[in-house]
């Protein structure tokens, strides 16, 4: 089966992922850049956003944000907590 590649990426990766798409979307529509070298352009610096505010996280936190867990292993141990706590009778 294959999978979606944001369903093997961190909840934090994700942000930082739509970090860089939702800045570039901004510049975009801020600067309105023509041809592919301007629109390459524009996206570099999206992604510098969001590569600075990963550095940033990573000195204030001394941890990666690349981890070996993932979107899918996070959204099933929140599935499992909440069955848990459907089932439990407290």
């Known amino acids: 089966k294959k999978e979606n590649l944001r369903d093997n990426m961190s909840t934090l990766e994700l942000v930082l992922t739509m970090l860089a798409e ?4 901004e510049l975009t529509q801020t600067l309105n850049p023509h041809g592919l070298e301007e629109n390459k352009e524009i996206a570099k610096e999206g992604g510098t956003v969001a590569g600075n505010t990963r550095k940033d996280i990573e000195a204030r936190t001394g ?8 979107a899918l292993d996070f959204s099933r141990l929140i599935e499992d907590v909440a069955e ?7």
Do not use: F, G, H
Request: aromatic share 0%.
């Open 22 to 25: 939702a800045t570039t979307t």
């Open 63 to 70: 941890r990666s944000v690349i981890t070996q867990k993932n």
């Open 84 to 90: 848990k706590t459907e089932n439990d009778p407290t």
